[in-house]
């Protein structure tokens, strides 16, 4: 029998349907490919969930979550739309965040690689971009300002109001983030690039204590440790310094932006979110660090590259298919190898560049896996 995993494939808003049909037309390539069974279920969520059954994560989509191998996500979120319910039900916070919260997913890894072929969508200077950037974001996920309590708004006596968030931390959560954090510099260029704001935050001060501790047991790693504006400016001046940066959880959701705009764009982002591993498989939700996109959602121009890398990420990290998440990853360097752009990573300086739309880039991408 060929080995069976379930998706549970949600969508959400904007351009998430149209950058979710490419994903699943390349995991239908792959499937052949490789004789595999993928069990793909399509499900509601984000403001797709509201209106189909009256809230951002609806019981029956967080159950299918539940019975699946791994979540496939797509984008929730319409400004337009956001600010006409209560913040606690809007779809960032009542789908996305509770998704992460509720299955544990500590970890998110935002892999940022700039290839040769898009060196013109980079914003930086050539020389600045030495032999391509390759830098992967380790982002602390379900802790931080996202999460602390108290969260909230009140009004004052004397008019105005005071809006309060907590940053939390606990030594646990930067343990076992660090410990990804090192694990993951190991298999790679074994430097770590420790992120924090320790000249102010007591946070911070935790953060680098408990980092240089963990980082005793990994003597093969270099670790160095970097205030976040620093941090920021170092990504525009000299990318190519870093290996992993291990972050916060706010920290991480800046500078993995400011990277992926260094890899052409946020259309190129693609992230993996994890739990702890229970028995062989872990379980993970996989999704493109950018958002809804509702000015261009319809209308065949959104990059569907961050979404199919994330299905790419996904048969390796919670199905452990390596020959197959490299089909995905190779396929996708071939196209962009061939010169086919959709909008945002175009520039017509390019002689090699051809604009294609959504539909076309997933094609090709499929068609690459399957040769
Ligand atoms: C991300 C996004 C989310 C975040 C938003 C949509 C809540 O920006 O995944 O980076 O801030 O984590
Ligand atoms: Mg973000």
Redesign the pocket.
């Known amino acids: 029998m060929s080995q069976a995993f379930q998706i549970a494939a949600l969508a959400g808003d904007g351009i998430g349907p149209e950058v979710m049909s490419e994903a699943i037309k390349v995991l239908r390539a792959v499937e052949k490919k490789f004789g595999l069974t993928l069990k793909i279920t399509e499900a509601p969520v984000g403001w797709a969930g509201i209106d189909a059954a009256g809230k951002a994560l609806p019981d029956a989509t967080l159950a299918l979550c539940k019975q699946s191998d791994a979540v496939l996500f797509g ?3 319409l400004p337009d739309r956001d600010p006409t319910i209560p913040k606690e039900e809007r ?3 009542a789908a ?2 509770r998704l ?1 919260k509720e299955f544990g997913l500590f970890a ?1 890894l ?1 892999p940022v690689v700039l290839s040769k072929a898009l060196a013109h969508a980079c914003p930086l200077q050539p020389e600045r971009q030495g032999d391509g950037i390759d830098i992967l974001v380790v ?1 602390e ?1 379900t802790g931080g300002m ?1 999460f602390g309590q108290p969260k909230l708004t009140e009004n004052l006596e004397a008019g105005g109001k005071r809006a309060i968030d907590t940053m939390v931390y606990t030594t646990a959560e930067i343990e076992r983030i660090a410990h990804v954090g090192f694990r993951a510099a190991r298999l790679r260029h074994k430097k770590l690039t420790s992120i924090d704001k320790a000249n102010v935050l007591e946070n911070g001060v935790l953060w680098r204590d408990v980092v240089t501790r963990v980082a005793k047991e990994y003597p093969d790693v270099a670790l160095e440790h970097m205030f976040v504006d620093n941090g920021a400016m170092q990504l525009m001046l000299k990318p190519t310094q870093f290996d992993v940066m291990l972050c916060e ?2 920290f ?2 800046i500078l ?2 400011e990277a992926a705009a260094l890899a052409g764009s946020l259309g190129m982002l693609p ?1 993996a979110s994890l739990g702890q591993t229970t028995g062989e498989r872990t379980f993970g939700v996989y ?1 493109p ?3 809804t996109a509702p000015d261009i959602a319809g209308k065949n121009l959104a990059n569907p590259i961050a979404q199919i890398a994330s299905a790419g990420l996904m048969l390796e990290y919670s199905f452990g298919l390596s020959d197959a998440a490299n089909a995905v990853h190779k396929a996708i360097a071939k196209v962009i190898g061939d010169g086919l752009r959709t909008g945002d990573i175009y520039i017509a300086q390019d002689a090699k560049a051809r604009k294609v739309g959504t539909r076309e880039m997933g094609d090709a991408i499929a068609a690459a896996v399957s040769v």
Do not use: H, Q
Request: hydrophobic share 25%.
């Open positions: 984008s929730v979120g779809p960032e916070r996305l965040l992460r998110n935002r982002r996920l996202y959880n706010m991480g959701d993995s932006d992230s999704e660090a950018g958002g």
